[in-house]
T-cell receptor
C-alpha cells in the first residue's frame, strides 16, 4: 500500500525557522515533491528531490533520504504569507501517479 | 504562458443534471490530470492522460467521464452525481517526457456543489 505521513499542524513566529517532516512508504518511488496550498487556492510547486541530499531554493530547502523513506521541508525567515498548508507528495510510478500526504498546516504568528 | 485554466470556477448542479468541467493549458505539457479535493484533505488522483491517452483511472465511478480532445484540453463530464461528490476538482498538467514526469502545475479548481 501507499502511506505518506506528515504532522497535522505547526506553529512558528515570524522570522523563525520551521522544519516539516514527511515519511513515506510507497510501492514505487520516482521522486518527492513539496507543494504549498493557501486556503481556497490550488497547490503550487515548491521543490523536488529524486536523489539523496539537500536542495536549496531561496528561503525554502528540501532534503531527501531514500533509504530512510524520509524528507523534510525547511522554511527559513518565516513571513506571515507563509501561513498555508504544505503537502508532501511522492511520485510512485513513471506514469505520473502522485500520492499526496494529508498536508501540514503552518501557522505563522507575529 | 504558465497557467492552467479551469472553467467554471463554481458549479451547482442537481443529481439529474449533466455538466462538464473544462481545463486548458498551453505549456506544451503532455500529461494532464484530474484530482478531487475535499476540505482539509489532500488531493486525490482521479485520472491521468499521457500523450492524450488515458493512462490511469483510479477506480473512479462511471458518473465521472474524462475526455482529452487534444494535447491542450481536458474535460470532465459529470452525470447523475451524488451530494458526496461535492468537492474542489483540480486539473493539473506536467511536462512529461520519456524520462521525467516533472512537477504538477495546478489550475485554480472548479468548486462543485451537488444538491
Amino acid at each position: 500500500g501507499q502511506n505518506i505521513d506528515q504532522p497535522t499542524e505547526m506553529t512558528a513566529t515570524e522570522g523563525a525557522i520551521v522544519q516539516i517532516n514527511c515519511t513515506y512508504q510507497t510501492s514505487g518511488f520516482n521522486g518527492l515533491f513539496w507543494y504549498q496550498q493557501h486556503a481556497g487556492e490550488a497547490p503550487t510547486f515548491l521543490s523536488y528531490n529524486v536523489l539523496d541530499g539537500l536542495e536549496e531554493k531561496g528561503r525554502f530547502s528540501s532534503f531527501l533520504s531514500r533509504s530512510k523513506g524520509y524528507s523534510y521541508l525547511l522554511l527559513k525567515e518565516l513571513q506571515m504569507k507563509d501561513s498555508a498548508s504544505y503537502l508532501c507528495a511522492a511520485l510512485t510510478d513513471s506514469w505520473g501517479k502522485f500520492q499526496f500526504g494529508a498536508g501540514t498546516q503552518v501557522v505563522v504568528t507575529p | 504562458d504558465t497557467e492552467v485554466t479551469q472553467t467554471p470556477k463554481h458549479l451547482v448542479m442537481g443529481m439529474t443534471n449533466k455538466k462538464s468541467l473544462k481545463c486548458e493549458q498551453h505549456m506544451g505539457h503532455r500529461a494532464m490530470y484530474w484530482y478531487k479535493q475535499k476540505a482539509k484533505k489532500p488531493p486525490e488522483l482521479m485520472f491521468v492522460y499521457s500523450y492524450e491517452k488515458l493512462s490511469i483511472n483510479e477506480s473512479v465511478p462511471s458518473r465521472f467521464s474524462p475526455e482529452c480532445p487534444n494535447s491542450s484540453l481536458l474535460n470532465l463530464h459529470l452525470h447523475a452525481l451524488q451530494p458526496e461528490d461535492s468537492a474542489l476538482y483540480l486539473c493539473a498538467s506536467s511536462p512529461r517526457t520519456e524520462t521525467n514526469t516533472g512537477e504538477l502545475f495546478f489550475g485554480e479548481g472548479s468548486r462543485l456543489t451537488v444538491l
